[in-house]
């Protein structure tokens, strides 16, 4: 009888900073979300280490006391990768992969982890490439030497000067070689978006695993994959949709999140093209999620370097079934009431005044307030298919027929 393989899981450890940029508060949810990240990539978070820190160690990131805690715990647990919220250097990387002697992975180098995993099509795949290059280009010499330790090599020297040389010209080949591959699939992404039509386009937005897939399979009755994972969608899907009697076309795009990449940001512009040419933003929210006011500022920063930050936008407020607002005792005469304990009555005032009435609360999972939405997004489309085509305004009527 054949034995059932189990999958190994990662055993790892986070490290994280507190300074002036991001309080206890704001650092214990980065590393929430970088949690996450490693669950998404198939590792089990066994212990967190943060430490307060004005400015980064320029050589280790975090002082050599806490490191010496971090290597303690690593031998006695046998951990095999421990992950830093923020970006090291090349430097950073290899001193404290010296150190610590295991696999060191950044907040950068785990999100291009689960891009790879993740992406499906050779355009996501070639996408996915491209950042990793970029990425390991300057990590090249710490990464060569670490495999000639592995060897068994004399020394630290690593394998001499002219093999690393040679892998850097061998990756910045690869680099141009994958820049002129992405180039030519955007001018054939380019030609099929011309060829759509007259149709009005409009973009699903928002931070990663805010329901932006769900909230596109109930519209578009189709089955575009939606998990509970981060970044469960990374090519952008393209459906037609039909409101009432009046036909738009619906993209589905990949998730944004905090401290984004750069190489991402990069390389990933030629899927947010569908953002970029979209005539009518749904900029999806998780209300359920404590922070969720901070996500809609990431939104607005990767929207902001697209600019695409001035369209017409529709905020959609997702989730309200999962919402839970937080409670004061009534005997509680010390703690002072802030945005957390809002009902969602209360949010939807604050956000209807913010947006201009232009915002909405629903549940894509359960359904809830589908009929309002869907009357919204009609009103939002017509305006925009009417401003195009004046001449078709008698064919679709101004509201929405039950």
């Given at each position: ?227 509970n994972k981060l970044f469960a969608t990374l090519d952008t899907t393209v459906r037609k949709v039909v409101i009432g009697n009046l036909p738009f076309l619906l ?6 999140i905090r401290k984004l990449p750069t190489q991402l940001v990069e390389s990933f512009k030629s899927t947010l093209d569908e953002v970029i040419e979209a005539d ?123």
């Open positions: 009888m054949l034995e059932k393989k189990t999958l190994s899981v990662e055993k790892t450890v986070l490290v994280g900073i507190i300074n002036q940029q991001q309080d206890e508060d704001q650092s214990k949810e980065y590393l929430d979300e970088l949690a996450f990240l490693a669950l998404t990539a198939g590792g089990e978070v066994v212990k967190r280490f943060t430490q307060k820190i004005n400015l980064p160690n320029p050589k280790t990131f975090i002082g050599s006391g806490k490191l010496t805690e971090v290597e303690a715990f690593v031998r006695q647990e046998d951990i095999s990768t421990v992950i830093f919220d923020d970006e090291l250097s090349p430097a950073q990387q290899n001193n404290i992969e010296k150190f610590l002697r295991c696999k060191i992975l950044d907040r950068t180098g785990l999100i291009l982890d689960i891009f790879a995993q993740r992406a499906q099509t050779s355009y996501a795949r070639t996408q996915v490439e491209l950042a990793q290059y970029q990425y390991l280009l300057p990590r090249l010499k710490g990464l060569w030497t670490h495999l000639e330790r592995q060897k068994g090599g004399i020394g630290m020297r690593g394998p001499g000067e002219t093999e690393i040389e040679t892998d850097r010209r061998i990756v910045r080949d690869k680099i141009s070689l994958l820049k002129k591959k992405l180039t030519v699939i955007d001018k054939q992404m380019a030609t099929q978006r011309g060829n759509r039509g007259a149709l009005v386009r409009v973009a699903l937005v928002g931070y990663t695993n805010v329901g932006k897939s769900t909230l596109m399979n109930v519209l578009s009755k189709s089955k575009v994959f939606a998990e993209s589905d795009t990949v998730g944004f009518l933003l749904l900029h999806v929210v998780d209300i359920a999620h404590p922070n969720f006011e901070e996500h809609i500022a990431s939104v607005h920063q990767i929207l902001t370097e697209i600019k695409s930050q001035d369209k017409p936008t529709l905020m959609v407020f997702n989730k309200i079934d999962a919402y839970k607002a937080e409670e004061i005792e009534e005997d509680d005469l010390t703690t002072v009431r802030t945005s957390k304990h809002f009902s969602l009555a209360e949010w939807e005032a604050t956000w209807m005044a913010k947006m201009n009435g232009n915002a909405l609360f629903i549940s894509a999972l359960n359904k809830e307030n589908l009929e309002d939405f869907r009357k919204r997004a009609y009103a939002a489309i017509r305006e925009i298919h009417i401003t195009r085509f004046p001449y078709n305004h008698f064919l679709y009527p101004e509201g929405l027929e039950e």
